[in-house]
């Protein structure tokens, strides 16, 4: 059993072809997919196929990519809707937030000050409900953990991490689990691999982050939660250790850090 705990179902490069893509995945073991909203404009639509899908379920938050034309008002609203949404056994968290320190346009100043902003009610929302949250961390650990230290959620996952062993453990003091995927497939991905290699096994959980992130043997092509088995056994053989043992622990792993997750059976 598999759980992809950060997947963009929803992106338009699936086209109708999500829950065609959601089934796939199922069939080859994924038993849960997390897809994280990225702005108050997707947040019925995660929920929509988070409903229609058997294997999947959803998350809340506005994405620092998308702060910039966000309002007040959308917080308002993300903290009415994550209120209904706690009767809701497939919701499981706020994210994606976050911020992101990679992009040009999101350094300037005042772009910054806002996703610092953006990040700080949504950890408050968060906490509020206690909930975890799903972290961008995008040349940003050592900010987006500083906040998390200040508005502590109810742990979480740092998303598509690559930082550094220390940055890494301060995400797990503070409850947090990392997520590891496609860039971990590339030989040339030293730092990553080494991470994934050396960090507990109890601190790791995998993801896809697809459409994006695409593992070596699809790039540049479209990325797929069908492929968290075969990216988690590259991750067995950098531990040298047996699939099925990364398949138990990085299941835990997940269902720890989102705990309102209900995976389905394997067919």
Not at 71 to 89: K, T, Y
Request: aromatic share 6%; hydrophobic share 45%.
């Amino acid at each position: 059993m598999w759980i992809d705990t950060h997947c963009h179902l929803d992106a338009h490069e699936f086209g109708a072809e999500s829950l065609a893509v959601a089934a796939q995945a199922a069939a080859q073991g994924v038993s849960m997919i997390v897809i994280p909203a990225v702005e108050k404009a997707n947040f019925s639509i995660v929920k929509q196929l988070a409903d229609a899908a058997p294997n999947a379920c959803y998350a809340l938050g506005i994405h620092p990519i998308y702060v910039p034309q966000a309002s007040e008002d959308d917080l308002v609203f993300m903290r009415r809707q994550v209120e209904q949404a706690m009767a809701d056994p497939r919701f499981v968290a706020i994210g994606e937030i976050g911020l992101d320190f990679f992009i040009p346009m999101l350094c300037e100043p005042e772009i910054r000050e806002k996703q610092i902003h953006f990040l700080r009610e949504q950890l408050k929302i968060a906490r509020d409900f206690g909930l975890p949250v799903l972290c961008h961390v995008r040349k940003s650990q050592d900010q987006v953990l500083k906040h998390v230290r200040q508005i502590p959620p109810a742990g979480g996952i740092a998303h598509a991490f690559n930082g550094s062993f220390q940055q890494a453990q301060g995400f797990i003091d503070a409850g947090f689990r990392l997520g590891f995927g496609g860039a971990m497939t590339f030989t040339r991905a030293l730092q990553i691999r080494r991470l994934a290699t050396e960090l507990p096994l109890s601190s790791i959980v995998l993801e896809t982050d697809a459409p994006d992130i695409s593992p070596a043997w699809v790039h540049p092509g479209r990325n797929s939660p069908d492929q968290i088995p075969r990216i988690a056994a590259v991750l067995a053989e950098l531990r040298g250790i047996d699939i099925g043992e990364v398949a138990s622990a990085t299941t835990a792993n997940a269902g720890a850090s989102l705990s309102r997750m209900q995976p389905t059976a394997p067919a």
